[in-house]
């Protein structure tokens, strides 16, 4: 199981989970949806309290991540299989990214 942290424009914005089997959950903090100001971190992610589920990587993350040429150097660079995009992203997608989702791995088990 890993953990990554979700931020939007640097505010903790809830938490992406992968377990064991490759499924993945994202819940919000519940810091983010009490605060009126904070935006949904997308269109397929209104805030709720209620998780959301995917037997996949949800588009969101995994469309932040590296392809073709670039993707096989991060992968050679980092020595994280290419098909492993959670892996790729938590390298990196902590920092310099196109929009405004920011992901760090807290806990990998």
Known sequence: ???????????????????????????????????????????????????FHSAHLFPLFSNMAAEG??????????RIDERDILGLLG???GTDTIGSITLRITETT
């Open 69 to 78: 040429a670039n993707l096989a150097i991060q992968s050679y660079h980092y």
């Open 91 to 93: 390298v990196t997608a």
């Open 1 to 51: 199981m890993r953990k990554a942290a979700i931020y939007n424009n640097g505010i903790l914005a809830g938490f992406l989970i992968e377990s064991d089997a490759r499924t993945y959950t994202f819940t919000y903090a519940e810091s983010y949806l009490t605060n009126p100001e904070n935006p949904a971190i997308g269109v397929h992610f209104p805030k709720t309290h209620t998780p």
